[in-house]
């Protein structure tokens, strides 16, 4: 997600549909704020896939990132891992990150502008929830600045910036078939399914899963809950406690900043339990028994090393593929027998596209 797009979109509002989110003051910015360190001369690019001369496009002697993120940056999930791939490619790179947590959608114009008010060389969005930040781009503020933005089905492709997406019906049904796999091996029939907001988005992103569910165990029913805020741990861990006195076995929470206390009502009720996006397979405290990993860093480390070899071109998009690419990917945290290759088998062919996914979400009214 992780308030992952707000998560879905965070994810479609980070295709589909996860998450899934007034001038904005970049002086202060309580725990979402992030001093810049000291920056350092870069070399600058030549011939520019921007046609910006990449990555120095400012031409200052020095390259900035800008990202802004509508959600917690220190969440220990979606948002944290965008800044924290921005983070550790800077240090390689002896770059500059500035960062800003939780910006309001109606404040992303002008957050956006004060960015390019301090010379940064790109301007990284972390959500579609901020697209309303796009139209600085053609703005003379932001003249030498590259864009880069998580796209969704409402953001329409502009000569001024780079695209990023994938397909959520691809990993939120890859989800569903791993927890089926899981499911068919212990004699389970229910899941449940707890999120933020009930929205075209969340609801699709529960039918994908579903769907998934059903290619393993045909007669799984799903119990869905929206709690109408995907960072608030106190009516997500009331949701999880809820599904799980209703016979819920596994259980994904499609959340923000409340994923980790979810998570942990989830291990002391003994269900398993599924990330929103990042790989977590190696944490004990909460513990995960499968990683849905769309991570938004992933795909921002991918658009920056291509910034560093003056190669990403605005005007294009990219769109990752489960199945082909590296990433979104789904993981079995501790497959048993042959269930890590069952997935595998079940993701290619999702890339290959004998499988629909979108066909199989209709398949479920």
């Keep these: 997600m992780t308030a992952g797009r707000s998560l879905w979109r965070c994810r479609a509002a980070l ?31 030549s011939s520019g896939g921007s046609g910006l001369n990449e990555p120095d496009v400012n031409s200052d002697g020095k390259v900035v990132i800008g990202v802004l993120s509508p959600g917690d940056i220190n969440d220990r999930g979606y948002y944290e891992s965008f800044v924290d791939s921005a983070d550790a490619f800077a240090k390689e790179k002896g770059w500059t990150v500035i960062k800003r947590g ?10 956006a502008r004060a960015l390019c008010q301090q010379h940064v060389d790109m301007v990284a969005l972390a959500a579609s ?10 703005e003379p503020v932001c003249a030498k600045t590259a864009w ?5 089905a409402n953001i329409d492709q502009t000569p001024r910036i780079m695209l990023s997406s994938d397909n959520p019906n691809q990993s939120m049904l890859a989800a569903g078939y791993a927890a089926g796999l899981k499911m068919k091996a212990a004699g389970y029939t229910k899941a449940g399914f707890v999120t933020g907001i009930k929205a075209d988005f969340s609801v699709l992103g529960a039918k994908a899963f579903l ?11 799903l119990v869905s809950t929206y709690t109408g805020d995907f960072n608030d741990s106190a009516k997500a861990k009331e949701a999880i406690q809820a599904q799980i006195s209703q ?8 959340l923000g900043g409340a994923t980790d206390a979810a998570a942990q009502v989830a291990n002391a009720g003994g269900v398993l339990t599924l990330t929103p996006g990042t790989d977590r397979c190696d944490s004990t405290s909460p513990k995960f028994d499968i990683s849905v990993i769309f991570s938004p860093g992933d795909y921002f480390r991918a658009a920056l090393e291509d910034f560093a070899k003056d190669d990403l071109k605005m005007g294009t998009p990219r769109v990752w593929q489960l199945g082909v690419d590296p990433f979104p990917t789904v993981k079995i945290c501790k497959g048993q027998g042959d269930e890590d290759q069952q997935l595998a088998q079940f993701m290619k062919k999702i890339g290959s596209k004998e499988i629909d996914p979108e066909a199989e979400v209709k398949r479920l009214g």
Aim: hydrophobic share 45%; with cysteine.
């Design 148 to 152: 880069y933005v998580p796209s969704s």
């Design 129 to 138: 929830e901020l697209k309303a930040a796009i139209p600085a781009s053609e």
């Design 211 to 221: 769907a998934g569910i059903r290619e393993v165990v045909p007669s799984a029913t």
């Design 102 to 111: 939780s910006v309001p959608a109606s404040d992303a114009l002008s957050a």
């Design 15 to 45: 295709g589909l549909g996860l998450a899934l989110t007034g001038a904005l003051a970049l002086s202060g910015c309580a725990s979402n704020e992030a001093t810049a360190p000291k920056t350092t001369a870069a070399a600058s690019g």
């Design 247 to 254: 016979g819920a076995k596994v259980i994904y929470p499609y």
